[in-house]
């Protein structure tokens, strides 16, 4: 379950359940510090935080391995699917290259062949090097949310020396999701409840609580500053 007023994993939660393997993610780009894990072999998931740092440390490292997507609704893309794994360890890169690629080793081990394609390898160093344009962006449209008293999702103030989140998500605190979400989609702006509609009450009831109070704001680099302010005007119609 995540923690009572995060999108994040509870890190007591995994020391207790006295897990051998957690995945961990960072959820909506808000990086999760793994200083105080225990035990458990930990994955971190870094599909929504690429480029956010951990006490200077970017993400990925906090750990043995680290994935990160590249689908096409992520931070950047290589044109669909797609994706990569980090680790300092060089044992492990090398056993997953060999799982992923069969390049014609004559041995009994269980390989697939999943190569990544030329077309693919293309766009992503493409995508790479417009990377930091588009997390600037995307803090410039979170920084004029807020700056219109939208209330959203975001570290603690006491973190901020330490923890450097990305906008992957722009996430309204609401009593009302629903309504925002509705009035919005009236004007034509695409709006979500992040988590809405699989979440286990009994078991998951912290997260179960944030899908009764989010909704996920458009925050994608191509927005202009003109549908920025539009969206805000909808929404204080409807919080008005």
């Not at 009572?4 to 957690?22: C, E, F, G, L, T």
């Not at 979170?142 to 722009?170: G, H, Q």
């Amino acid at each position: 379950d995540t923690s009572p007023n995060s999108p994040n994993i509870s890190i007591n939660k995994i020391n207790q359940s006295n897990a051998d393997i957690s995945i961990i993610p960072h959820m909506f780009g808000i990086p999760i510090d793994f200083n105080k894990l225990e035990k458990t072999i930990a994955i971190e998931d870094c599909c929504q935080a690429l480029g956010a740092k951990i006490k200077g440390k970017l993400v990925g490292l906090q750990s043995k391995i680290g994935i990160f997507s590249f689908y096409a609704t992520k931070l950047m893309t290589t044109g669909g699917q797609g994706g990569m794994l980090i680790s300092k360890e060089k044992k492990i890169i090398e056993e997953v290259r060999n799982f992923l690629d069969c390049d014609a080793m004559r041995n009994n081990q269980q390989k697939f062949n999943f190569k990544m394609t030329d077309m693919q390898a293309a766009i992503g160093r493409v995508q790479l090097k417009k990377l930091p344009k588009f997390l600037a962006r995307r803090q410039e449209i979170f920084s004029m949310y807020k700056n219109a008293n939208i209330e959203l999702v975001d570290i603690p103030e006491k973190d901020t020396l330490d923890i450097f989140p990305v906008r992957y998500r722009a996430i309204m605190k609401t009593k009302e999701p629903n309504k925002i979400v509705n009035h919005l989609n009236l004007h034509g702006i695409k709006a979500m409840i992040p988590m809405e509609g699989w979440i286990d009450e009994s078991n998951f009831p912290n997260a179960f609580k944030l899908t009764k109070k989010y909704v996920s704001l458009p925050i994608y680099p191509t927005l202009d500053n003109r549908d920025v302010k539009k969206i805000i005007s909808v929404i204080n119609e409807v919080s008005n």
